[in-house]
């Protein structure tokens, strides 16, 4: 009996990554193997084409993993979706299960990980790479921190995400001013506001947190 061939895209920027993902996933008896090097051209493929499971990096030219799985959370969309990331953010996780995600794979193990992975998300299942389950084992205490972290950073407008990632990028309050077409005093009052839904106190801290989790913005 001939194998249920399964259709897969493979989303990340770099040609050597996306070179080794397929030759792992040669192991799986039939598959159909879909490409994109960016985030826009991945969600046109995932709308488009509906592939049964997309492998998606967090973090590419234009859309992220994130905003993707955001677009498409909720659509109808068959498609099982697969995040990639190289940064051990236990946060990250959270955000990306909130959003809709199926596997979550750190880097650094995804070609061992990855035809466990897309057989058990095929099949209906969810995968989390065992690093990362060793990961959130080690910090079940902070659990309901994460929850809340998550929750504050969702109740975030949508000007304040903005300014999280160019505080992220290193830009100041005139070149954030500059690039929204704000005033420098609106900006202020963003960041004010944005402090005190975080919890957070002073103005290093505010950089330092959208330094650190600028993948949830």
């Given at each position: 009996?001939?194998?249920?061939?399964?259709?897969?895209?493979?989303?990340?920027?770099?040609?050597?990554?996306?070179a080794g993902v397929k030759q792992s996933l040669e192991k799986l008896e039939s598959v159909e193997?879909?490409?994109?090097?960016?985030?826009?051209?991945?969600l046109d493929i995932i709308r488009k084409i509906e592939p049964d499971v997309a492998v998606i990096d967090i973090r590419m030219p234009g859309k992220t993993g994130f905003e993707i799985l955001?677009?498409?959370?909720?659509?109808?969309?068959?498609?099982?979706?697969?995040?990639?990331?190289?940064?051990?953010?236990?946060n990250y996780f959270y955000k990306a299960i909130s959003v809709g995600a199926k596997g979550y794979l750190l880097k650094e193990t995804a070609v061992q990980d990855l035809v466990e992975a897309v057989k058990t998300v095929y099949r209906g299942g969810t995968f989390i790479s065992k690093?990362?389950?060793a990961m959130i084992e080690s910090e079940k205490s902070d659990e309901f921190q994460n929850k809340l972290l998550i929750d504050?950073?969702?109740?975030?407008?949508?000007?304040?995400?903005?300014i999280m990632k160019l505080l992220a990028d290193w830009k100041t309050n005139n070149e954030i001013a500059d690039i929204l077409s704000n005033s420098i005093r609106t900006i202020e009052n963003h960041r004010a506001n944005i402090s005190e839904k975080l919890n957070?106190?002073?103005?290093?801290?505010?950089?330092?947190?959208?330094?650190?989790?600028?993948?949830l913005f």
């Open positions: 009996m001939e194998a249920e061939k399964i259709s897969l895209l493979i989303a990340d920027d770099h040609p050597l990554f996306r193997i879909y490409e994109a090097e960016d985030g826009d051209k991945a955001s677009l498409l959370y909720n659509t109808g969309v068959a498609t099982k979706i697969i995040l990639l990331t190289m940064h051990k953010n236990v690093r990362l389950q504050s950073v969702n109740s975030l407008t949508c000007a304040e995400r903005q957070l106190r002073g103005v290093h801290s505010l950089i330092q947190f959208a330094i650190e989790n600028h993948e």
